[in-house]
């Protein structure tokens, strides 16, 4: 019996080893294949990854849960560049960025972060857009820094959490000693098959292939994939700190969604808000999903141009 549960013991360990070295080349592929893109800066102690380009009025972006600055460099961030200074960042623990302490995985701490960069940049006074959970992020920063900063443009934001979401699998690297052996064995070789979310986020549009496929190879590597299920554990307390703050908002901020969105529901993120908030404009795109910047992006670049007038 003692002989068996060593040969057992003697498998899992020479199983877990083998999976651990093809996970390492896997990371190691999605990195070759999808490199930084743009530059990097210190914020405090965080090194943040960004793209910028363009001349003019600043124009910020931050990506949702689910993305990196691909969510903009594959959309409309080149159509941006001929009349805006253009800067998209991967948010803390995202993409290329680091994360640092786990308080910077709130929407305070990454407001913080992102406004410590923009000194750095000498970026005054920007306009920014935030799609999904970078849009409770840019809430945030209008709260926090309302005179920093010309307005917002949410696209399928997130304003108002009632439960947290994301399903046992963003749990994972939460689970003591267990967690961080399967992040970084297991999820970099099943996280390329889960394209099931991007479906479900471009619905009732197809996805885009390119973009999925960046998004899956940098999404399963298990620094990314630690730092969404990190930034679960603070998402409830973040968006219902600021949602009853909303009426102390007075820049312009101009709201765009979906009325197919599966992935949040337009009347409470985006009629509601557009309700709490003193100076809002609501855009809603009939039979538009998640992803409404990838599939309407005349859209999008009419709203911000609208914004700067």
């Keep these: 019996m003692v002989k068996y549960l060593k040969v057992v013991a003697l498998t899992i360990i020479l199983m877990m080893a083998f999976l651990f070295l093809v996970s390492r080349f896997m990371i190691w592929q999605a990195e070759r294949a999808y490199p930084p893109q743009g530059n990097f800066i210190m914020a405090e102690d965080t090194k943040l990854h960004y793209v910028r380009d363009g001349s003019g009025s600043p124009v910020v972006m931050l990506h949702g849960r689910d993305g990196t600055l691909h969510e903009y460099t594959l959309t409309f961030f080149d159509q941006l560049v001929s009349n805006y200074d253009a800067v998209a960042f ?40 935030g799609h999904s959970y970078g849009g409770a992020v840019a809430l945030q920063y209008l709260l926090d820094y309302p005179d920093q900063v010309k307005g917002a443009v949410l696209i399928s934001g997130v304003a108002y959490i009632d439960e947290i979401e994301g399903g046992a699998i963003l749990n994972i690297p939460n689970i003591p000693l267990v967690g961080p052996v399967l992040t970084n064995t297991l999820i970099p070789i099943g996280g390329r098959f889960a394209s099931g979310i991007y479906e479900q986020a471009f619905w009732p549009a197809e996805a885009d292939e390119t973009y999925v496929n960046a998004m899956l190879a940098l999404y399963s590597r298990p620094a990314q994939f630690t730092a969404t299920a990190r930034e679960l554990l603070f998402m409830y307390e973040s968006v219902n700190a600021i949602s009853p703050r909303y009426n102390e908002i007075k820049v312009p901020v101009s709201i765009i969604f979906g009325t197919s969105d599966q992935l949040l529901d337009y009347e409470i993120d985006g009629v509601a808000l557009d309700d709490a908030l003193p100076k809002s404009s609501l855009v809603l795109i009939k039979d538009g999903g998640h992803k409404i910047h990838h599939t309407h992006q005349e859209v999008i670049l009419e709203v911000i141009d609208q914004m700067h007038q």
């Design 90 to 129: 991967d948010r803390p623990g995202y993409g290329y960025s680091q994360w640092g302490d786990e308080a910077h995985l709130s929407t305070e701490g990454q407001a913080y972060l992102i406004n410590q960069a923009l000194q750095k940049l000498d970026l005054e006074n920007p306009l920014i857009i």
